[in-house]
Structure formats: structure tokens, C-alpha cells
């Protein structure tokens, strides 16, 4: 069993910055791919960004040059800097990392709300 714990939401004001963390524990192998997704209400859930193993990032065209993923592989955490934030990004943020466990799958965190003021 994999356990995701995000942290780092929060309100902020437009034009601030917020970072995000999720940390996987467990029985864990390897990680492949590690993203971040988001929900906002009445939307569906949308990626936001991804990093591959090997470092490859892809990253959704709202956020381009305001968000950076990154991660520790050490730490099996995955980051999300958040910069320049406006009021659309508001919405409940989810990390999901696909682990090579007792089993592959993928494992989604509990969600973290992230508010953003005008």
C-alpha cells in the first residue's frame, strides 16, 4: 500500500505564489511519472503538469511559464512552484505518481485546495 500526503494550499492573492508537495511512503520500488492535476467546481479534472521519470515535463497551456514541476527522487516527492497565480487557478490541486509496488498503479492524493484572490 502507497500513501500520497500533499501540502503547501492555501488562499494567495493574484499574482502570488504557492508550492506544492506530495510525498509518496510505502512499499514502494520505483516511480514513474509524477503529476499534478486540478478540479475546479463544476469542471472536470484537468492535468496540470507531468514529469516522466527520466525528466521529461509536460505541462498544460494555461500555466506555461507560471508553474514548474519538479521532483525528489529520493524523497519520492513531486513539486509544484506556482507563480503568478491568477483567480482561474483556483480549484482543488491532486498529485498522482504511478508506482512499481507490490503492484503497478496509480495513486491519487486527497486533494488540496488552492484559492486565488482578485
Known amino acids: 500500500q502507497v500513501q500520497l500526503v500533499e501540502s503547501g494550499g492555501g488562499l494567495v492573492q493574484a499574482g502570488g505564489s504557492l508550492r506544492l508537495s506530495c510525498a509518496a511512503s510505502g512499499i514502494i520500488l520505483r516511480i514513474n511519472d509524477m503529476g499534478w492535476y486540478r478540479q475546479a467546481p463544476g469542471k472536470q479534472r484537468e492535468l496540470v503538469a507531468a514529469?516522466?521519470?527520466?525528466?521529461?515535463?509536460n505541462y498544460a497551456d494555461s500555466v506555461k511559464g507560471r508553474f514548474t514541476i519538479s521532483r525528489d527522487n529520493a524523497k519520492n516527492t513531486v513539486y509544484l512552484q506556482m507563480n503568478s497565480l491568477k483567480p482561474e487557478d483556483t480549484a482543488v490541486y491532486y498529485c498522482?505518481?504511478?508506482?512499481?509496488?507490490?503492484?503497478?498503479?496509480?495513486?491519487w492524493g486527497q486533494g488540496i485546495q488552492v484559492t486565488v484572490s482578485s
Open positions: 498522482n505518481v504511478g508506482v512499481i509496488g507490490i503492484r503497478a498503479r496509480d495513486y
Open positions: 514529469m516522466a521519470s527520466g525528466g521529461m515535463t
